[in-house]
Structures are given as C-alpha cells and as structure tokens.
C-alpha cells in the first residue's frame, strides 16, 4: 500500500508563510464547519472518527476532550506538545516548517470544542528555529479573525531543553515555571492541569488531524485504518535507510512497507519502533501491522542493518536515559543508572550469567513502579532485545 497523505496533504503544496496559500487549498474549512456546530458537537465528531493521540499513549482523543469539556473551571487550557524530543523522532518538525497554519486551525478547534480561550504551543528548545514560523501563521490567523471567531488566544511557548518535558506534567510543570518534573497522579489534566485547571494535552499530530476530520467528516476518517486504529501516521524513518524522511501510511500497513518499500532499506537486522522508548522489531517480523493493537509509539522509526551490534545500541538508549530521567522517582533515576551499568558489561565483555536475570528482573521492577512513562518505557529495547538476539549477549559472558 503506498503512502496516503492526510496529515502532511499541505507539505510541498503551499507557501507555509502564507496564509492565503493554504486559504486557497481548503485552509480553515475545518474550523468554520465546526464554528457552525456545538462545542459539544464537535466532540461528538472527534470520538465517532476513533482518533486516538499520536504522542504513543493512544488515548482517545474525544474522550480527552469530553472529559474537558464537562469540568467544572473558570478557565481551561489547550496545551500543544510540540517538544518532540524523543530519539529518531523527526516528523512534527516537518510538520510545521511545511503547514503551520493546520497546527493553528487544530488547536483552534480544539479550543472552541473544550471552552478554552487561552491555548500554548509547547516548542521543544533545539526547535528554537520555528518560533517566527510559528508566530507569523498565528499572527496572521489573528489577522484574518480566525482565533477571535474560534474565541482563543495562541501562544507559542519555548521549552526548557529536557527530554522529560515531553511528559504532559512535566510539561505543564514547565509552563508554570518550575523544574520539569512529573507530577503524582490523579488528579490528571483534563480536570485538573495547568495552574490547576481543566486542560487538553495533545501533540503536534493529534491536532492536526483535527481539522480533517471537521472538513471531511468522522465517517470518512473512521473508515481508514484497522481495529481500533482509525487514520493515518506520519512517520520519520532514519538509520540503515537509503531515503530517510517522513512518510505517513494509513493504519495497519505493514511496516515492510515503510521500511523496505519507501525508505528502501536492505540486509535488515532489526527495527526499533518509537524511538529509544520503543519496541525491537526482528526482521523475521517485518511483516507486522503498524497498529496501537501491535507497534506504533510516537512515530519515530529507526532502521539497522546486519552490521549493528544490538548491544552497543542498547548501551546508547540506556545512557541517554540516564542522562534524560529527571530523577523524581527512586525506580527510575536508579534503574536507569544500573542498566547502563550492567549492559556497559555485557558490552565490555565482563558480565556474569547473573547479570542477565539481574537485567529482566530490573527491568520489570522499573516498568511496573515508574512514576512516568520514561522509567516505564525506558526498558523496552533492551528487553526486546533479550528475547530476540539473546545469544548476543550469552556470548559476552565471562
């Protein structure tokens, strides 16, 4: 199946500095259809379309909204995650240096839908680079009255250069002007977020998705995609690839089909799924539906090829969340150091047969008891990769 362009329809089509440009390609259609409906409404065609959020979680959009929506609170907020922080991870970037004007049209509809009348974008600090892009596609939705119609002041705000930012409390903890940190849960955003108010986290891709469906009809956009995975994904694929880029697929495509097909990979060995936080694809199981029922994550794909020594590439993902855990859970912040710790063994040649169940059961342990999803997820590759290439690391045993 080849690549079916929804999210990214706009990219190379129109003039990202120009609002007219993307006027005359069927921009803001989306946001005047659902100006014309109830808040409540435009929930109602957000949960029957089935999206779900593409930041990894998966939640339901419109039950995200919903929850929103009916909490009781002067003031809501729309938070847009564009910190995208995660490794391999590169396709929100593309996003807005192509079409930032349908980012502003979905955080716009999303506000009308939930009653918020003050929305941030959440920019990731090395994206310093968009700010004016992002600014001007505001600026002049502003201008032509857009926002005031839609009853939403956008702000774009500069993140604080930290991977955990990409955690939605930590997030809000960062707008607030704190260290960012998560925070214990519940309560959770949609009641209780930012300044302690009702508020709706969504990423870059989530809400642009938004105005598509408004313009199109739920209908329409349920009948992509497979199970309880309706749409597309945009992925950003690197590593062992011949044409690394950003391609986006309708639900349940097999991940041959990005892999070898589009990004023209050979002599695979293994593809990692969701970035440093994500799952380990052998490539006996090339095949695979790219699904929330099977792998998806965030979108990140990275390729490596038969050359690759599994180990040393878990060594890295241990080390940089090391580096990342922002240190507010014992699970986490002591997990991830021993991981590295143990694998840098394995990688040396010095570990023990003990060191092998001594890495499943931590890894277990911090899965369970994290507070967040970094400490939760961070294990995922180097579990993989116990089941998948064991005898990579029986052979480094003393």
């Not at 006027?23 to 409906?37: P, Q, R, S």
């Not at 955080?107 to 009348?117: D, E, P, R």
Request: glycine share 10%.
């Amino acid at each position: 199946m080849p690549e079916t362009r929804v999210i990214l329809k706009n990219c190379g089509i129109i003039d990202p500095s120009s609002i007219d440009s993307y006027i005359e390609n069927d921009g803001f259609v989306g946001l005047d259809k659902a100006l014309k409906m109830s808040p409540t409404d435009v929930i109602e065609e957000i949960k029957k379309s089935g999206l779900r959020g593409r930041g990894g979680a998966g939640f339901p959009t419109g039950l995200k909204w919903d929850m929103t929506g009916k909490a009781q609170g002067d003031e809501k907020y729309v938070l847009c995650n564009a910190d995208e922080g995660e490794v391999g991870t590169f396709k929100d970037r593309y996003i807005i240096e192509n079409d930032p004007f349908s980012l502003v049209e979905g955080v716009a509809i999303a506000s009308y839908a939930v009653g918020a009348k003050k929305a941030f974008i959440y920019l990731r600090a090395e994206y310093n680079y968009l700010l004016e892009k992002l600014n001007n596609a505001i600026n002049q939705a502003k201008d032509k009255g857009y926002l005031q119609s839609a009853g939403v002041d956008i702000e774009v705000f500069e993140g604080a250069g930290a991977y955990i930012c990409g955690e939605e409390s930590a997030l809000i903890e960062s707008i607030e002007g704190k260290r960012g940190e998560v925070r214990y849960r519940p309560p959770f955003p949609p009641t209780e977020g930012l300044w302690r108010k009702p508020t709706v986290i969504d990423n870059v891709e989530t809400l642009m998705n938004a105005p598509r469906i408004m313009a199109n009809g739920a209908d329409w956009y349920s009948q992509m995609g497979v199970d309880r995975s309706k749409g597309t994904k945009v992925f950003s694929i690197c590593g062992d690839v011949e044409k690394p880029g950003v391609y986006e697929l309708i639900m349940g495509t097999p991940l041959r089909e990005l892999v070898e097909n589009l990004a023209q990979a050979k002599d695979i060995k293994m593809v990692q799924i969701g970035g440093a936080s994500g799952r380990v694809v052998p490539y006996e199981n090339i095949d695979t539906p790219l699904s929330f029922e099977t792998v998806l994550g965030a979108g990140g794909v990275m390729v490596f090829n038969q050359s690759r020594d599994a180990i040393e590439i878990i060594r890295m993902n241990m080390a940089f969340f090391e580096e990342e855990s922002c240190g507010k859970c014992f699970p986490c912040r002591e997990g991830t150091k021993r991981l590295l710790e143990i694998v840098t063994l394995f990688h040396e040649g010095k570990a023990y047969k003990r060191d092998l169940q001594a890495l499943e059961d931590l890894s277990e342990t911090m899965m369970l008891t994290s507070l967040c999803g970094l400490g939760q997820a961070a294990p995922n590759s180097l579990v993989d990769t116990l089941k998948y290439y064991r005898s990579e690391y029986e052979s480094r045993i003393m």
